[in-house]
């Protein structure tokens, strides 16, 4: 049985050219497409990708929708939507962990064995990125010990800042754990 921390990788790159069974799109609630991530998985997947997202009717907050991931490298795209950041007292942290956990429940009822999360709400949602960056490492993690056909979890960090925080965010769990 592989150890949680060899489990979850923290990289810097583009998440839309990870050779992985499924990546994770920060959306919105429409799920009809946007900037930041969202706008570059669109660009990326092709137009067919808005097709199937248009049947969907949407995604509340903390919940997950999977379509298929067409011209990306990925079979998958799993949509998500993180929570909008309104200062801390909204149910914010709460959110955006149901948003990791949704997502990764979907991807082990599809079999997903690989999986790539963007820094959700960390964006245009405004969701300070250490805090950010703890909440998502400790919901994969905890995911991942109740889960075991899911054997790599890649945070794909868009810059230097963002990659220290969720790399030290790891690092904090895998010392407290040991
Ligand atoms: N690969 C990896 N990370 C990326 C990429 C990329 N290609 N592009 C941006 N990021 P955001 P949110 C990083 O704003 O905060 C959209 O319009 C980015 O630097 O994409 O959840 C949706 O439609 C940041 O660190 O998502 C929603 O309306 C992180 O991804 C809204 O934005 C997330 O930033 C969602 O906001």
């Known amino acids: ?50 097709e199937e997202c248009r049947k969907l009717g949407g995604c509340p907050t903390g919940e997950a929708r999977i379509t298929r991931g067409y011209n990306l490298p990925a079979k998958w795209v799993i949509h998500t939507v993180g929570p909008l950041w309104r200062g801390g007292m909204h149910g914010e942290d709460k959110m955006l ?23 959700i709400s960390i964006g245009a949602y405004g969701f300070p990125v250490e805090r950010a960056a703890g ?12 889960v075991n056909t899911i054997n790599e979890v890649i945070l ?15 690092h904090n769990i895998t010392d407290n754990i040991k």
């Open 135 to 146: 909440i998502a490492v400790w919901s994969v993690w905890d995911f991942l010990t109740e």
């Open 1 to 50: 049985m592989m150890e949680i921390a060899e489990r979850i990788l923290v990289i810097m790159d583009d998440i839309v050219t990870q050779q992985v069974d499924a990546i994770v799109n920060a959306a919105n609630n429409s799920l009809l497409g946007g900037g930041g991530v969202d706008g570059a998985i669109h660009q990326a997947a092709g137009p067919e990708l808005l």
């Open 97 to 119: 962990c149901r948003a990791y956990r949704s997502s990764l429940k979907l991807a082990q009822q599809y079999k997903v064995r690989s999986i790539a999360f963007p820094g």
């Open 156 to 170: 794909v960090c868009y810059n230097q800042t963002a990659f220290e925080m969720y790399s030290g965010a790891l």
